[in-house]
C-alpha cells in the first residue's frame, strides 16, 4: 500500500425512522485515538432499551481498516434508495467530550448519548477539514 494512501474505518448508522442503514468510511489516518474512543463506546452501547425514531450504530474494530482503493470501489456501489447509503468522511475527527467525562455512563446512556450526536448521519458533522470546516 503506498504510504501516503489514507486508511478508513467502518461506522454503520442503523436508523429506526427511516428504515435504513447507512455505511460510514471514517478517515482513520490522523483519528487514530478518536476512532478507538468512538469503538470503545459503540461496543459499550445497550441498544436494546431505545425505542421510538432512533438510531443504534456499530462499528468495526479500528484495528481493520480499509484501503482508500478499496473505499473507492465500494462507492461505486449505487443501492435502490433515495439516500446515499454509502459515505466516505474525512477531516478531524473533534467530539467535544473526553473519555473521563464518559465513562460512568452505563450501556444505555451511552447508546441514548450516540443517538442524540449522530442520528441521520450526523457523524459527518464532527469531521472537520483542515480549516476547520465540516468535510461535508
Known amino acids: 500500500m503506498n504510504p501516503l494512501e489514507m486508511e478508513y474505518c ?12 447507512f455505511v460510514f468510511y471514517l478517515q482513520y489516518t490522523g483519528n487514530e485515538k478518536e476512532l478507538n474512543l468512538l469503538y470503545r463506546l459503540v461496543s459499550k452501547a445497550d441498544n436494546g432499551n431505545l425505542v421510538g425514531d432512533v438510531a443504534y450504530f456499530e462499528m ?23 439516500s446515499q447509503t454509502i459515505q466516505v468522511v474525512n477531516g478531524k475527527l473533534r467530539f467535544g467530550f473526553r473519555e473521563d467525562e464518559i465513562s460512568d455512563l452505563d450501556g444505555y446512556d451511552i447508546a441514548r448519548v450516540l443517538d442524540r450526536m449522530f442520528f441521520h448521519c450526523q457523524i459527518k458533522e464532527y469531521f ?8 461535508n
Do not use: C, M, W
Not at 482503493?69 to 434508495?81: Q, S
Open 10 to 21: 467502518v461506522f454503520v448508522e442503523h436508523n429506526q425512522k427511516e428504515r435504513e442503514s
Open 128 to 135: 472537520k477539514s483542515p480549516e476547520n470546516k465540516p468535510t
Open 60 to 82: 468495526a474494530d479500528p484495528a481493520i481498516r480499509i484501503s482508500q482503493a478499496a473505499v473507492d470501489e465500494h462507492k461505486r456501489i449505487i443501492l435502490g434508495t433515495y
